[in-house]
C-alpha cells in the first residue's frame, strides 16, 4: 500500500463546502444534484463548481440520470467513489495491535494483527508507523487510534491520551507522535467512542440524531451522540457508566464498590461472581447455557445492572436507540427479562416498553474499524 504526499495535502486542504458535500454523498448515498443543493442550502451554480472540483479529485462520480414521476427535467445524480481514499484503523489492547482498512464506506478492505514489542510509547508508535505501509488495501490517508482510556480532542483534531489503565500511560500526545512518525493525519479515540462515531454513521440504516452505544467486554462504557453529534465530553470521558451504583453484592471494583455496575457487568465480573477464574468467562458462559444455577445467576445480575446502566442513559439524554455491542453481551440472551426489569426500576418515568435496545452483530475488529472512522471524521467533519 502506497503512502503519497499528495494524500496528505489534499485532504486537509479541502474547502469546507466540498467537504459538506462529500460528507452528505457518503453519509446518504446517491442523489440528485438538486436535493444535495437544497439540503446543504447551496445554489445550483456553486453546486456545480464544488462538484466539479470533487469530480476532478476522483472523490465523486456522476451517475445515471433519474427520472421522477413528476414533469421536468430528469435529475442528475451523483454518488461516493468509495476507494478514492482510505483509512487505517487501530485497536491497542494491552498486548495487541489490531489494524484495518476501510474504504470511505466504512469497508474493511485489509486487516492484520501485530503483537506489541512492548508497552512503550515509541515501540507503539513505531509499530504503527511501520506496520499501515504494510498492508494492502488502498492509499491511507489518515489513521484513527482506538484506545480504552481517557482521551480528550486537540483544537488541531489529533487528541491526547490522559491516561489508558491497560497500557500504562498517562498524557501522552499520541496522535501527534503518530502524525510525526508516519507522515499522515491522525487521531486518537476512546474505543467505546469509536464503536459509537461508527454505529451512528454506518451501523444502522436508520439515521438516528441520537443514541448511545455501550462497550461490554472486560470493561464497560457508553459513547453518546446527541443532535447528530458526537458527544466526547470536556475531558473526553462522556459515557461513563461503570460505578453507578446499583445494589447487591459482587466482585470488588477499582474503586472498593461491591454494589456497581463494575462488580457485576463485565466479563471478569461475571466470572468472578460464578465462582470462577475472572478469565474464566467462556467456561462460566458454558455453564449458564447448560442450566447452572449459580452460573446464570452471575448473567441475570449482569442484565440487571446493564439495565440500570441504560436506564440512566436513557434518563440523561431519552436517545432514539441504545445499542449494545461488545464480547461480553451474552446477558441479553440468558436473562432479558432482567434487563427489562431493571429499566422498569430505574427509569425516571418507567416505559421500559419505549426504550429500543438493539444488540448489533460484533466482532472485535469493529473497534479498529471504528477508529478508522475518527480518522475520517477528523478530516470532513
Sequence with gaps: MSVSSSAVAIWPGLPDT?????????????????RIAERLGL????????????????????????VSGSRGRPAEMLRLRPDAAHFAGVKLTADTMYLVVTDLQ?????????PLPSREVTDVVDLIARSVPDVEGGEVVAIGIAVAGDVSETPDGGGILH?????????VRLADLVTSAAHLPAAIVNDVHALAGAHHWFGTRARHSSLVVYGVGAGVGSGVVIG???????????G????????GRGRT??????????????????????????????RVLERARGGDAVARAAFENAARALGAAIAEAVNAFDPEVVAVMGEGTDMLEIAPQHVRSALAEFLEEGYPDEVLVERPAFEFGLYARGAAVAAMRRLLV
Design 18 to 34: 466540498e467537504r459538506r458535500v462529500l460528507l452528505e454523498l457518503l453519509l446518504h448515498g446517491e442523489q440528485p444534484r438538486v
Design 43 to 66: 445554489s445550483r451554480t456553486s453546486l456545480t463548481r464544488v462538484t466539479r472540483g470533487l469530480i476532478d479529485g476522483g472523490f465523486v462520480l456522476e451517475g445515471a440520470l433519474h
Design 106 to 114: 466504512a469497508r474493511v478492505v485489509a486487516e492484520a494483527e501485530h
Design 163 to 171: 491516561h489508558s489503565n491497560f497500557l500504562g500511560w498517562d498524557a
Design 228 to 238: 447528530g453529534e458526537l458527544h466526547l465530553g470536556a475531558n473526553g470521558r462522556a
Design 240 to 247: 461513563r457508566v461503570g460505578h453507578t451504583r446499583i445494589g
Design 253 to 282: 471494583c477499582t474503586n472498593g464498590h461491591v454494589d456497581c455496575v463494575h462488580s457485576f457487568v463485565t466479563m471478569p465480573a461475571i466470572a468472578h461472581n460464578a465462582g470462577a477464574e475472572p478469565d474464566d468467562y467462556e
